[in-house]
C-alpha cells in the first residue's frame, strides 16, 4: 500500500513522462502526432491489398478479422520491446535523482496504450466503411483493454527488472515475440486450430484476449467469458509477481547501469 501511495504521489509525473513519449515519438516527422493515426491506416491499406486480393484467405472481410486481431497484439509486442528497455534508456535519471522507478516501465506500456486506444478510432471507422459496423458489445471494450494493460504490465515489470542484469534478454524477446505471435491466432482463426490442440492454444493469454476483440468488434456476438477468466487470474498473478520482482531487482539498478 505504501508504494501504490507513493505511485500515486508521483502521478503527475508519470503523466508528464507519458506526454513527452508521445510527443517525442515521431519528433522532427512532417506529420508528427497525426502518424498515431496514420500508421494503422497505412496497415490496414496494405492487409487488404495483400491478404483480400492477392493471397485470398477464405475469410469475408479479412483485413478487417486481422486489424482487429492485430492492433492489440501491435500493443504487446511494442510494449515488451519497449518495456524491457526502459530501465536502461533512463539510466542518466536513475543515477541522478530517486523517483520510484516502478514508474519507467508504467510509463512505457501507458504510452503504448494510448496509441492503441487512438488506433481503435481507425478500427471503428474501417468497419464502418468496410460494412461490417459495431454492435452494442463494444461496450465491453474497455473491460477487455484494462485485462490486457494489466497482463502486459505484468510482463514489463519482469522484463524490464531483468533486462538491467541480463542485457542479451533485450534482443531474445524480439525472437520471442515473433514466435508468440505466430502462436497467437491472429493471422487465423482459433477455429482453425484442431479441437485437440484447442486446450494448448488457450494456454496461451493472447488467445483468449484476442478472441474476445473480435468477438465483440468483428464477430458482434457475446464474448465468452468463461475463456477469459483463467487469462484475468493468471494477469493479475502476473503484475503481482511482476512487481515484487521488480521491487527486489531494482535495489542494485544504480550499479548495475
Request: hydrophobic content about 55%; proline content about 4%; some cysteine.
Amino acid at each position: 500500500m505504501e508504494s501504490l501511495k507513493e505511485l500515486w504521489n508521483y502521478r503527475q509525473m508519470i503523466r508528464s513522462l507519458v506526454k513527452k513519449e508521445l510527443r517525442t515519438r515521431y519528433k522532427g516527422s512532417v506529420l508528427g502526432f497525426l502518424w498515431t493515426f496514420v500508421n494503422p491506416l497505412l496497415q490496414l491499406l496494405v492487409y487488404s491489398v495483400i491478404f483480400a486480393l492477392i493471397m485470398r484467405i477464405p475469410i469475408e472481410n479479412y483485413a478487417m478479422y486481422l486489424f482487429v486481431g492485430l492492433v492489440p497484439w501491435l500493443f504487446c509486442s511494442t510494449s515488451i520491446t519497449s518495456g524491457s528497455v526502459s530501465v536502461i534508456a533512463s539510466a542518466g535519471l536513475v543515477q541522478k535523482i530517486y523517483f520510484p522507478r516502478l514508474i519507467l516501465p508504467i510509463v512505457s506500456v501507458s504510452s503504448n496504450f494510448m496509441n492503441m486506444l487512438f488506433s481503435f478510432i481507425i478500427v471503428v471507422i474501417a468497419l464502418f466503411a468496410t460494412g461490417v459496423g459495431v454492435s452494442w458489445y463494444i461496450c465491453f471494450l474497455p473491460l477487455i483493454m484494462v485485462i490486457e494493460f494489466i497482463f502486459v504490465l505484468g510482463l514489463v515489470f519482469i522484463f524490464s527488472a531483468l533486462t538491467v542484469y541480463l542485457r542479451d534478454l533485450e534482443h531474445l524477446l524480439g525472437i520471442f515475440t515473433m514466435a508468440w505471435f505466430y502462436l497467437t491466432p491472429i493471422l487465423y482463426s482459433i477455429d482453425m486450430i484442431p479441437d485437440r490442440f484447442k486446450a494448448i492454444a488457450y494456454a496461451n493469454p493472447m488467445t483468449s484476449i484476442i478472441v474476445f476483440y473480435r468477438n465483440i468488434l468483428f464477430d458482434k456476438v457475446m464474448p465468452q467469458f468463461s475463456t477469459l477468466i483463467t487469462t484475468v487470474i493468471f494477469s493479475v498473478a502476473l503484475v503481482i509477481i511482476g512487481y515484487l520482482l521488480f521491487q527486489k531487482l531494482q535495489r542494485r539498478f544504480a550499479e548495475e547501469l
